[in-house]
C-alpha cells in the first residue's frame, strides 16, 4: 500500500538526518582539536515499487539512506606555538607514525603535529606513537632507510684544538728585553699577555697563555705556555713553553713575516698526545697578506681585538629545529649544531583513509599503499615548524548544516504524522 511506502520513507528521513545531525556534533566537538579533518555524510535515493502508467514503468522511491560518511582532507589555519617540535604540513600529506591502534600494528598517518622526546629519545606524537623518517649519521648523511626517529645517543663529539686565532696590537714604545723570554720570570721578560681555554681529544679544556717579548725595534717573540700539572709528565706550577716563534713588523706597523716553531701539546686525562696547534696571528705581508687584518704594532696601549679556537667539548642535544624539507637539525651544549635525520611524509592516490580516533589514519584499498618520502618532493607539502594545524571545521558553515538537517528532520516527522491521520481516515472509513 502506498501509505505504508509513505511511512517508510518519512522514517528513513528521520534516519539518515539523525546520522547527519551526529556527523556535524563530531565536527563541532572537534572544533579545537589539532590536525582534526571533519567529516560529512553523502545521502543517496532508494528505489522502492514501479508504478505503471502510460506505457512507461517508472519507480516511486523509499526515502533516503547514507551512502558513506566522508573525511574532508582540506588544509586547517595554522596556530603559532613557539615550540620547534609542533609541526604543520602545507599542502598534501601525513607525517607517518608507528604503533597500535584500533588492534593494528604497523605504521598510520596523521595531520598532528604536536611532537616530543620521550625518555627513551624517540621523536613522539601525543598518543606516543614513533613518529617515522630517515636517520643521519654522525656526519650529516641521511639514510635512505625508513624507521623509528631516535635522538637517544645523540651526541656531538668533541674536537681538539687544531689552531687558535689571536689579533692584537703590540705596543712599539715598549723598551726590548736583552736575551728574551725566559720561563724563570715569566713577568719580567713579557710584554703583553693572552689566555685561551683550548681542547685535547677528549673534550677536556686546558689554558694556553701566549706572551709577547719585544726582542728588538719591530721585532718580538711569542711564546705558548702551559702549566705543566696539565701535560704529560709534567708538574703542576711549573709552566713549559709548548709552542713559540717570532713576529717581525715594517715601519708602519703591519705585520711582516711570523715563524712558528716548537709545537707538542700532550695534555694529561688520556688524550691522544702531540697534539698540534698553530698559530694564526693575522696576514703577514710575506705571506701575501695586507698586514693588517690581524696583529699589528703600533705606538698604542696594547689591546686583545681578536682571539679564537676551533675546539671544543663533547656536547649533549639541547633543542631541535626542522625546516621546510624535514630535515631536523640538533643543537648541542658545545653550541655545534648538526643534521640529525629529515620527517618521512605520505602521500595518498585516493582520498578513502580509515579513520581510527585520536587523529590517526591507516590506509585502505580505496586510499591505495602510501607513498612515503621526504617534504616538499614527488608533491608533497613542505613543513612548518612552531606551527599546528588546526580544525577544518567551518562553524558558520556546521551551524548553517545543522538548521537545514534540524527543519528536514522535522519535515519527515511531518510526513509520519501525515500518513497516520490518512491511515486513521482510511481505517474509519468502515465505522
Partial sequence: MALYSALYSGLSGLETNSLLMSVIGDNLANLNTIGFKKSRANFQDMLGFPVIGQGTETYVGRGAMVDNIEQVYSQGSFVSTGNGLDLAITGKGFFVVRGSAAGQNGNFYTRDGQFS???????????????????????????????????????????????IELFANLNSEE??????????????????????????????????????????????????????????????GTPEIRASGTMTFDSEGRLDAVTETANDFDFVGGAVQNQTISFNFGDPIAAGGTGLAGSTQAAATYNTSFQSQDGYAAGE?????????????????????????????????????????????????????????????????????????????????EFGNMIITQRAFQANSRTITTVDSMMSELINLKR
Avoid at 179 to 189: H, K, S, Y
Fill in 117 to 163: 622526546v620521550d625518555s627513551n629519545g624517540n621523536l613522539t606524537s601525543v598518543s606516543g606513537m614513533i613518529v617515522q623518517g630517515y636517520m643521519a649519521n654522525n656526519s650529516g648523511d641521511i639514510s635512505s632507510v625508513l624507521g623509528d626517529l631516535n635522538f637517544s645517543s645523540a651526541r656531538a663529539q668533541a674536537k681538539s684544538t687544531g689552531e
Fill in 175 to 236: 723598551t726590548a728585553i736583552p736575551g728574551g723570554f725566559n720561563l724563570a720570570d715569566i713577568e719580567g721578560t713579557s710584554h703583553h699577555s693572552a689566555t685561551i681555554n683550548v681542547y685535547d681529544s677528549l673534550g677536556a679544556s686546558h689554558k694556553v697563555t701566549v706572551y709577547f717579548t719585544k726582542t728588538a725595534d719591530n721585532a718580538w717573540s711569542w711564546n705558548a705556555v702551559v702549566d705543566g700539572g696539565e701535560l704529560t709528565g709534567g708538574t703542576a
Fill in 317 to 397: 642535544l639541547v633543542s631541535i629545529i626542522v625546516d621546510a624539507d624535514g630535515v631536523i637539525t640538533g643543537t648541542f651544549s658545545n653550541g655545534e649544531k648538526r643534521t640529525m635525520g629529515q620527517l618521512a611524509i605520505a602521500d595518498f592516490k585516493g582520498s578513502g583513509l580509515n579513520r581510527l580516533g585520536g587523529n590517526i589514519f591507516a590506509a585502505t584499498n580505496e586510499s591505495g599503499e602510501a607513498m612515503i618520502g621526504g617534504a616538499n618532493s614527488g608533491g608533497r607539502g613542505s613543513v612548518n615548524s612552531k606551527v599546528l594545524e588546526s580544525s577544518n571545521v567551518d562553524l558558520s558553515s
